[in-house]
């Protein structure tokens, strides 16, 4: 039987991003995370650390195996030297990615100010849309309180979206860890109880129009502006999530329509 209530371990928290932990240990592991921000920021690094590394090296795991390195074509000496043979392939690989990982020096290797923000308002989203008891600090009925406080913290004026035409209500928001200081999150939900989120933080990146990240089995339209940066993350259906997005996007950019980006 599994303890629900017991702490959790640093294997567990691995084992969590690796998506190996059985299905109610996860539940505890995710109100465990809800509560101990020290290991929620732990979980985010590794996740984004996984990201990174997926987007920089995700391509050779889809690359056919070399002919010279093809089990049948190696000579039979024995099974002591083809396990040897095949073991040093793969600690060459994982030394050459990782000693590539490491020195990053190509601009290929090294993600953009854009990825870590979008990495970033996607782990939150993923970590908070799933709470039941605790998704929010202050509850959407307090909006007023919320954009006010959010705001102070954040440095600037922060707007909370009314998204009730396409069908979604504020369940409220929190105050989060940013890439590169405080950052805001909204949280959002329609009636059949599907989450979208709006992550807003202090960026120093040129502007952009809206752009698409897709991560696991959700995604994010994010955009920076004057300094700031948003996101808005749900599930990965890229239109349904566009047409959330650009509804945001028109009430948080208040320049004047002429001088709007395209998408």
Do not use: C
């Not at 990201?51 to 795991?61: N, P």
């Not at 195996?65 to 040897?84: C, E, F, K, N």
């Amino acid at each position: 039987m599994v303890d629900h209530d017991s702490p959790v371990t640093e294997d567990e928290l691995h084992a969590f991003i690796d998506g190996e932990l059985p299905a109610d240990r996860r539940t505890a592991v995710e109100a465990w995370l809800a509560t101990h921000a020290e290991d929620a920021a732990r979980v985010a690094a590794w996740r984004l650390q996984m990201e990174m590394l997926r987007a920089r090296y995700g391509g050779v795991a889809s690359e056919p195996v070399p002919v010279r390195l093809a089990l049948d074509r190696l000579p039979r000496r024995g099974h002591m030297w083809i396990g040897a043979a095949v073991a040093a392939t793969i600690a060459a690989f994982l030394i050459g990615g990782l000693t590539g990982w490491l020195a990053r020096g190509a601009s290929a290797a090294a993600p953009s100010d854009y990825d870590i923000f979008a990495m970033d308002a996607l782990e939150a989203h993923r970590l908070y849309v799933v709470e039941v008891r605790h998704p929010v600090e202050v509850p959407g009925t307090e909006s007023a309180h919320l954009v006010q406080w959010l705001s102070k913290r954040v440095g600037y004026q922060l707007r909370a979206p009314d998204l009730d035409r396409i069908g979604l209500k504020l369940v409220g928001g929190r105050l989060l860890p940013g890439p590169t200081g405080a950052a805001a999150f909204f949280m959002y939900e329609n009636a059949a109880g599907e989450r979208f989120t709006i992550y807003s933080a202090r960026a120093n990146a040129p502007d952009t129009a809206l752009r698409y990240h897709a991560g696991e089995q959700v995604g994010a339209f994010y955009w920076f502006d004057n300094d700031q940066a948003f996101a808005v993350s749900g599930m990965a259906d890229r239109d349904k999530l566009h047409k959330v997005a650009a509804a945001a996007y028109e009430q948080i950019d208040t320049r004047s329509p002429g001088a709007r980006r395209g998408s």
